[in-house]
């Protein structure tokens, strides 16, 4: 892409004024502001890709393989037994949902749609948006939070009794889309998302970059970015690791993404969709 060489060889120097001591300030930090800024015209901006994204979400209902809410296709043969059989429960928790993309693609095979974002503007922008579509906040509400955080941060005890309620547990899908190269640490938040799986049979997803070359350092974003993409091996790891490696799958999405500034070249950078079951 470019040339790198006028540019500073790390992201983290001291300019935004926090201590050095934990890495996690960075990422947290760079991200919050950053996605608070953007959290206004996120959905205006990214519209394409983002009606893009969903599509291909949607194409892969199978694939992700929850016991979607819908899909009993028996109903008629059952006539009025089965209108008065209740929709199957199933619930999304929607980590770092941003304005809620993987959840406004999954509403329709969900029952309930739990968000969680670092940016308390993205959290806003999702629930005015879930409102306005007039859903009630148990169908579908965001939360600000940090589930990622490692237990020597200062924030870790608060955050961790914030959602330590069951209404933060037990859920059939947990889902990361394009957040995963913002996080300090990936591995962690697969582990964190698995614990609050249904043992045996919740799933994770991860939706993210395939590996890439380095943004250019005069990108808005490229402070928030600390991974430069996961190959199939890396992923499978992670999943793995976090005891949902069970039924592992990967594929690449056929959305590719295209941006430019107007200070910064065109990137672009293709996605993967990773899915495993947990395992116990
Ligand atoms: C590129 S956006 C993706 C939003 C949405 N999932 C989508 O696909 O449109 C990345 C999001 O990750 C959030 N984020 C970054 N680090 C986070 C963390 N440690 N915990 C929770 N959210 C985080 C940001 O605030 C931002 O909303």
Redo the contacts with the bound molecule.
């Keep these: 892409m470019s040339d790198h060489s006028h540019s500073h060889s790390h992201n983290h120097d001291h300019s935004h004024g926090h201590s050095h001591g934990h890495s996690h300030k960075h990422?947290?930090s760079q991200?919050?502001e950053y996605?608070n800024q953007q959290a206004s015209t996120y959905d205006s901006k990214h519209e394409k890709t983002?009606d893009q994204?969903i599509e291909e979400i949607r194409k892969r209902i199978d694939f992700i393989g929850v016991e979607w809410a819908d899909e009993d296709s028996s109903d008629e043969e059952e006539g009025e037994k089965a209108e008065k059989k209740e929709k199957r429960e199933v619930r999304l928790l929607d980590?770092?949902?941003?304005?809620g993309?993987?959840s406004r693609a999954l509403a329709p095979y969900t029952t309930q749609c739990v968000g969680?974002?670092?940016?308390e503007n993205?959290v806003a922008t999702y629930n005015a948006r879930a409102a306005n579509q007039g859903l009630t906040p148990q169908e579908m509400l965001a939360h600000q939070?940090?589930?990622?955080l490692p237990p020597t941060a200062p924030s870790y005890q608060t955050q961790t009794s914030l959602f330590s309620s069951p209404d933060f547990f037990n859920f059939d899908l947990a889902a990361i889309?394009?957040?995963f190269h913002?996080?300090d640490d990936p591995a962690l938040a697969a582990q964190r998302l698995a614990e609050r799986l249904k043992p045996s049979s919740g799933v994770l997803m991860i939706l993210d970059f395939l590996p890439h070359e380095k943004m250019d350092s005069a990108h808005p974003a490229s402070d928030t970015v600390i991974h430069h993409g996961f190959s199939k091996e890396q992923i499978q790891k992670i999943f793995e690791e976090a005891g949902v490696g069970k039924d592992f799958g990967f594929q690449e999405l056929a959305v590719v993404f295209n941006r430019a500034t107007e200070t910064t070249p065109e990137f672009k950078r293709r996605i993967f969709v990773a899915r495993g079951t947990r395992s116990e």
């Design positions: 990422g947290e991200n919050r996605f983002l994204l980590y770092a949902c941003g304005t993309l993987v969680i974002d670092l940016s993205m939070g940090n589930l990622c889309c394009l957040g913002h996080f």
